[in-house]
């Protein structure tokens, strides 16, 4: 899952994003409006964080540009701005939720999943097909009712794959959402942890989920 954070205070934003980086989700971070706007043109988020008091272009206006568009990216305003009359303008404005400052992290994190799960209409934190059941809340896998030990970036690759079960994704699609700018590794990286992944949930099992569609990408659905 992939996150841009808007945020002006360079110390806040760091913070923000490291947080939300240990949480095993990709992040890119910018300082103003303007910037965010180039950000969102090159690259599909799952939730903007976004504080309202931003150089260059708020975030009422960044918002209003978007949704313009009928983009239908979650938005979570995070700002200081604290009055009934702010909360109402912003959520008038198109954002999905309004958090003020000071803010504890833990609940900026439960936000975001809600607002990731009902965007993907998922009602509860479990994801599951055959007998793969996946919890984003405890963060554990298990197929056939046996634990399955995954990496921060697997089960992120999982948790996509499963939230889209049935629909082919590409390479490009996957690596997009999975990792931020600052990523430098290699090309063949989803294919890398798509191998991982098969390791571990379909190798010692007579059914197969993850299955490759040759020139596309990959899909999770039961083949019988």
Same mark, same amino acid.
């Given at each position: ?14 913070? #923000? ?15 103003? %409006?303007?910037?965010? $706007? ?6 599909e ?7 309202? $008091? ?21 938005? !979570? ?34 936000? !975001? ?5 009902? &965007?993907? &209409?998922?009602?509860?934190? #479990? ?31 999982l ?5 889209n ?7 490009d ?11 430098? %590794?290699?090309? &063949? #990286? ?6 991982? $992944?098969?390791?571990? !949930?379909?190798?010692n099992?007579?059914i197969? $989920?993850?299955?490759?569609?040759? %020139? ?9």
């Open positions: 899952m992939r996150i841009l954070v808007v945020e002006d205070e360079i110390t806040l934003s760091k913070l #923000i994003t490291q947080r939300l980086k240990d949480e095993s989700y990709s992040v890119d971070s910018c300082f103003d %409006g303007q910037e965010a $706007l180039d950000y969102f043109s090159c690259a988020y799952d939730v903007v964080v976004l504080d309202i $008091l931003l150089p260059k272009l708020n975030g009422l206006e960044f918002l209003s540009q978007i949704r313009a568009k009928n983009d239908k990216t979650p938005v !979570i305003l995070l700002t200081a701005m604290d009055a009934i009359e702010d909360r109402v303008n912003g959520l008038n404005a198109g954002a999905d939720d309004y958090l003020v400052k000071p803010f504890a992290f833990d609940e900026l994190i439960a936000r !975001i999943r809600v607002l990731t799960r009902r &965007n993907s &209409n998922q009602l509860t934190s #479990i994801l599951k097909i055959a007998d793969l059941v996946m919890d984003t809340n405890a963060h554990t896998v298990h197929r056939n009712e046996k634990l399955i030990n995954l990496s921060s970036k697997e089960f992120s690759i948790e996509y794959l499963l939230t079960q049935g629909i082919v994704i590409s390479r699609k996957i690596n997009q959402h999975m990792w931020d700018y600052d990523y430098d %590794g290699g090309s &063949n #990286i989803v294919d890398v942890y798509i191998r991982y $992944l098969r390791k571990k !949930i379909d190798d099992y007579p197969k $989920l993850i299955h490759t569609v040759r %020139g596309v990408g990959y899909v999770l659905r039961v083949e019988l």
